[in-house]
């Protein structure tokens, strides 16, 4: 078991960027997939990115491509997400996740960590 926390979020303007922080600590995997995900209230979870453990393959929802870069440094047992041009409609709590192997599904993921929020304002 380990653990994740995340960092990064904040207030920002629509147009605006923020990177996001998701760094592990504990007993962890040593080869794993990350996830961002993301909720707001009276909605489900949504699947937000994910990156394999070598960084070869990324999945990014359709709402956030071209915007939105997941990666991760293995060294320093962190992944990240970069947020360009926010909108509105991403605010939410975003949470890290790992799974054991490749994942595009929520119910693959375990390892949940407390969330980090991200607000947009226009």
């Known amino acids: 078991q380990g653990q994740l926390v995340e960092s990064g979020g904040g207030l920002v303007q629509a147009g605006g960027s923020l990177r996001l922080s998701c760094a592990a600590s504990g007993r962890t995997f040593s080869r794993y997939t990350m996830g961002w995900f993301r909720r707001v209230p009276g909605k489900e979870r949504e699947f937000v990115a994910a990156?394999?453990?070598?960084?070869?393959?990324?999945y990014y929802t359709d709402s956030v491509k071209g915007r939105f870069t997941i990666s991760r440094d293995n060294a320093k047992a962190t992944g990240y997400l970069q947020m360009n041009n926010l909108k509105p409609e991403d605010t939410a709590l975003y949470y890290c996740?790992?799974?054991?192997?490749?994942?595009?599904?929520?119910?693959?993921?375990?390892?949940w960590g407390q969330g980090t929020q991200v607000t947009v304002s226009s």
């Open positions: 996740a790992a799974a054991e192997f490749w994942a595009t599904t929520i119910s693959r993921y375990d390892n």
């Open positions: 990156i394999s453990w070598t960084g070869a393959r990324t």
